[in-house]
């Protein structure tokens, strides 16, 4: 078995982990830490939990910790995880990280957008954990940077295309769209019942934090600079993720080398899901799983393409892909405590 720690359980996305722990048939959840809630039960928080009574929150304290644990999810404010994760991996502990702070490798970028980093020596070390793309480097890992959720559902759609070779990397456009739970538990005026209930908005255009991280891993991959297009808009839903994205077709590309580079890239992909011509992804069809949906539309007269993913926002753009990151790190069944999630929030 493996003894897991979950930091920062209070939370959407750390609720959603405990979740996934309590039911994985290869782990047990050893501690759950907490600032505003320490001494309550997970049920007196999340009265849906019922069942976890005898789950308490308690601070979070290297000394308490450390003996216990195998592996700890870090579901902390981004420059949070940082004063924690060097200390759990001081004492031999798996470190998977869901705030942006080990997201980077090149500590410039983040404190452009984030603040000074004080533990830049394990931005080499850690590694980018989109599950699909990144499999072989996190068996190797012990410290990941979970991707975020929009990135998530950008890269697993584009990252084919660019690795082919297939689209042009100067025109890259993001139309997303996220449910409210993606800004956290956190009150704000902005994510209010009254604000958002019938109502549709775009926001932060042009600087949102997520894209210098799609696009130093998009750069990556394509082998030349890209400045991605990003408009990010919120839904007046609960959970749920879609993007819908526009590229440039390269000269002479048919559809049947796009469809072929998406099966060939995805075929031991368990949770992407490459829909067939005429098929596009939908928010209800991914909510409560892990699973990405991928569809495209080429119009051979502009040799534009149009890609659409969809995901999970809390699943696999949050806790979903970091147990599933877990699985991978230690050797399991990348399915395992996966393949047949519901959520309910």
Known sequence: MINVGIAGASG????????????????RLCAVTSSSYAGESLTQIFPSMRGCENIMCEPLDISALKTRLDVVFLALPHKVSMAYAPLFLENGIKVIDLSADYRFS??????????????????????????????????????????????????????????????????????????????????????????????????????????????EILSAH?????????????????????????????????????????????????????????????????RGTNRCDIGFHFNENTGQITVISAIDNLLKGAAGQAVQNMNIQFNLDEKSGLDAVTAHL
């Open 106 to 215: 090149n500590a410039a970028t983040y404190e452009s957008v984030y603040q000074e980093h004080t533990s830049k020596h394990l931005l080499t070390r850690s590694v980018y954990g989109l599950s699909e793309i990144y499999r072989d480097q996190i068996k190797q890992a012990d410290l990941i940077g979970n991707p975020g959720c929009y990135p998530t559902t950008i890269l697993l759609a584009l990252i084919p295309l660019l690795k082919n070779k297939l689209i042009r990397p100067d025109h890259i456009i993001s139309d997303s769209k996220s449910g409210v739970s993606g800004a956290g538990r956190s009150l704000s005026l902005s994510t209010h019942f009254c604000e958002v209930n019938e109502s549709f908005n775009a926001y932060k255009i042009g600087n949102h934090r997520h894209t210098p991280e799609i696009n």
């Open 12 to 27: 959407y996305t750390g609720a959603e982990l405990v979740k996934l722990i309590v039911n994985h048939p290869e782990a």
């Open 222 to 286: 394509a082998g030349t600079d890209i400045d991605i297009t990003f408009v990010p808009h919120l839904l007046p839903i609960t959970r749920g993720m879609l993007s819908t994205i526009y590229v440039t077709a390269g000269e002479k590309i048919t559809e049947k080398q796009i469809r072929q580079a998406y099966e060939t890239f995805y075929e031991k992909a368990f949770f992407v899901t490459v829909l067939e011509k005429g098929q596009y992804p939908s928010i209800s069809h991914v």
